[in-house]
């Protein structure tokens, strides 16, 4: 069991790899406000009752937490981000922030590597070590929000209040339940969801078959986590610490992007030689074209020229590459 970390172009991606099953795994677009980030800000807002601020800089904001209470509004900070700000529905959830440790100085918080001291990086040259694993797998399960596994399947949902996963099969509800417990849990992982996950499990009947069920969410989960116990109507809820979006989110509230940014990974694998053909959606070509580097920085990778095609007909999720000499 080892991680794997795979700098891409437009993201970096890290897996939890154990053999040919990935347990763990999330993506970190280029763009992100990492956690540990220290930057000066200005406290726009005071919210005395809340014990919290709204702080400002350039291109961002957060909410402050704790706010000194001598910090008027519109002195300046350096402050220290500790999650980066939530896609949702409507208005995206703010970055939030801390005041920076004394003797603190400016700079980008680790990225994923930093952060996994000993994974694997994967070279230029390397075997793909992510899709014999079951990458693709396991982005098409962020995409659908459809997760099989042995006796039934998993929807989940993304909501402004939590992550719902709701658990289908066709064994008796008892048997279901831990089963669908069991896969929930591992998909949380899988996915990399935080925040508040809702599990709604088949009536596994009596108190004995409610606590199995929790017991499975627990061997499956690693912690930290919270949760409840597993209620009369089969549902569970499970908070963990939400450090980054998760892969789901990715997908939802940015398909064009995430969607661009796979593209350059299928392109930058792709065999054959001369030049490579990136075939898709009208908005992702127009989202690649708005990123020349991405694109020279495939041409450099793959030692060749790279075009690109629209086709109305594709869906976003449906773009393909193509070699001129195969």
Same mark, same amino acid.
């Given at each position: ?42 406290? @726009? ?84 070590? &992510? ?18 596994? /042995? ?52 009536? /596994? ?5 409610? *606590? @199995? ?23 569970? *809820? ?28 299928? @392109? ?26 991405? &694109? ?31």
């Amino acid at each position: 069991m080892r991680w794997i970390v795979e700098r891409g172009i437009g993201e970096t991606r890290a897996a939890l790899v154990d053999g040919d099953i990935i347990l763990e795994a999330c993506i970190e677009p280029e763009e992100t406000l990492r956690a540990g980030t220290v930057l000066p800000a200005r406290l @726009a807002k005071r919210l005395t009752q809340r014990n919290e601020g709204v702080v400002v800089w350039a291109g961002g904001e957060a909410m402050l937490a704790p706010l000194h209470r001598a910090l008027p509004e519109g002195a300046t900070l350096l402050v220290e981000i500790t999650r980066p700000p939530l896609p949702e529905p409507g208005k995206p959830k703010r970055a939030r922030a801390r005041p920076a440790a004394e003797g603190a100085t400016p700079g980008t918080g680790p990225d994923l590597l930093q952060r996994l001291p000993d994974a694997h990086l994967l070279g230029r040259f390397d075997a793909d070590l &992510l899709e014999d694993a079951g990458w693709s797998a396991l982005l098409e399960e962020a995409v659908t929000g459809r997760v099989a596994f /042995a006796t039934g399947s998993l929807t989940l949902s993304l909501t402004p209040a939590m992550t719902l996963i709701d658990v289908d099969g066709e064994q008796a509800p008892a048997a279901l339940a831990v089963a669908g417990a069991a896969a929930a849990a591992r998909s949380v992982r899988r996915l990399d969801i935080g925040g508040s996950i809702g599990i709604d499990l088949p009536d /596994a009947g009596d108190k004995a078959a409610r *606590q @199995a069920a929790a017991a499975a969410i627990d061997a499956a989960l690693p912690q930290p986590f919270e949760r409840t116990a597993v209620n009369g109507f089969g549902f569970v *809820q499970i908070v963990r610490r939400r450090a980054r979006v998760s892969i789901p989110e990715l997908y939802a509230h940015d398909p064009v992007a995430a969607h661009a940014r796979a593209l350059l990974r299928v @392109a930058e694998r792709t065999g054959g030689a001369g030049e490579r053909t990136l075939t898709a959606h009208p908005a992702l070509i127009a989202h690649l074209a708005a990123h020349p580097v991405w &694109l020279a920085e495939l041409a450099n990778r793959i030692g060749a020229p790279v075009a690109l095609r629209e086709d109305s007909a594709l869906a976003i999720s449906a773009g393909h590459v193509q070699a001129r000499f195969p």
